[in-house]
């Protein structure tokens, strides 16, 4: 059983910065194929940054710039460093990993994921 556990998330004043971390446990880490989503109520999952099945990082246009993903592949940790933190980047904040398929830059911001954390709180005020 594969544990993904999300933290780092908080309440910040926009312009502000965020590291938010994945611990993985249970499975044989990989670091291909691990993303992370952010939702807020009412609207569907939205990919945001994402290593694809070859490692290659993608970012969903609205971040780019601002997000960073990255891991440490000794700690089983997947990071996503946000800066210049906008109001809209206010929702729950989830990682996933292991991709239902083979998947491209592209496809990996989408939600074929095996398993998800429950996520982590990001809150930027005006």
């Known amino acids: 059983q594969e544990y993904l556990v999300e933290s780092g998330g908080g309440s910040v004043q926009a312009g502000g910065s965020l590291r938010l971390s994945c611990a993985s446990s249970g499975y044989t880490y990989s670091e291909y194929c691990m993303a992370w989503f952010r939702q807020v109520p009412g609207k569907e999952r939205e990919g945001v940054a994402a290593y694809d099945s070859d490692g290659v990082i993608n970012y969903a246009d609205s971040v780019k710039g601002r997000f960073t993903i990255s891991q440490d592949s000794a700690k089983k940790t997947l990071y996503l460093h946000i800066d210049n933190l906008k109001p809209e980047d206010t929702a729950m904040y989830y990682c996933?990993?292991?991709?239902?398929?083979?998947?491209?830059?592209?496809?990996?911001?989408?939600?074929?994921?095996?398993?998800w954390g429950q996520g982590t709180q990001v809150t930027v005020s005006s």
């Open positions: 996933a990993s292991q991709c239902q398929f083979r998947m491209t830059a592209t496809q990996s911001l989408g939600v074929s994921y095996n398993y």
